[in-house]
């Protein structure tokens, strides 16, 4: 699994299931298993817009990854993630870009969010 220093959602899981362009069904012959991955802070945050952060389908990633996290089990771990991030942002008066991640991830630690081996 790659690790990221700035990990925010640890071994998020699901198939890559990717849909037909076309109608129904899937767009490759077989459903595709992956290993648990990580979501690295960085891809909530949109390139070029500050004071903002995004979750769930929105995110940063490419179109193989987004397969896998757009389900809801996964995009609820981002919520949390993400909403966790935003109240910090606001009681620190920083934007998200600014907000010291190890404080975060300490936090979210500190609730019982597991986000190391």
Do not use: W
């Not at 071994?11 to 012959?29: R, S």
């Not at 690295?40 to 490419?62: D, H």
């Not at 809801?72 to 998200?96: H, L």
């Amino acid at each position: 699994m790659t690790r990221f220093a700035d990990v925010i959602v640890h071994k998020a899981l699901f198939i890559v299931d990717i849909h037909n362009p076309e109608g129904a069904g899937q767009a490759e012959e077989k459903i595709q298993y992956c290993q648990p991955y990580d979501l690295p802070y960085r891809c909530f945050l949109p390139k070029g817009i500050e004071g903002l952060m995004v979750a769930g389908r929105c995110i940063s990633g490419t179109h193989r990854a987004h397969a896998s996290y757009r389900v809801m089990s996964i995009c609820m771990a981002m919520g949390e993630a993400v909403g966790i991030a935003a109240a910090m942002s606001a009681q620190q008066s920083c934007t998200p870009r600014e907000l010291d991640v190890t404080a975060l991830q300490s936090l979210m630690s500190g609730i019982g969010i597991e986000l190391f081996d």
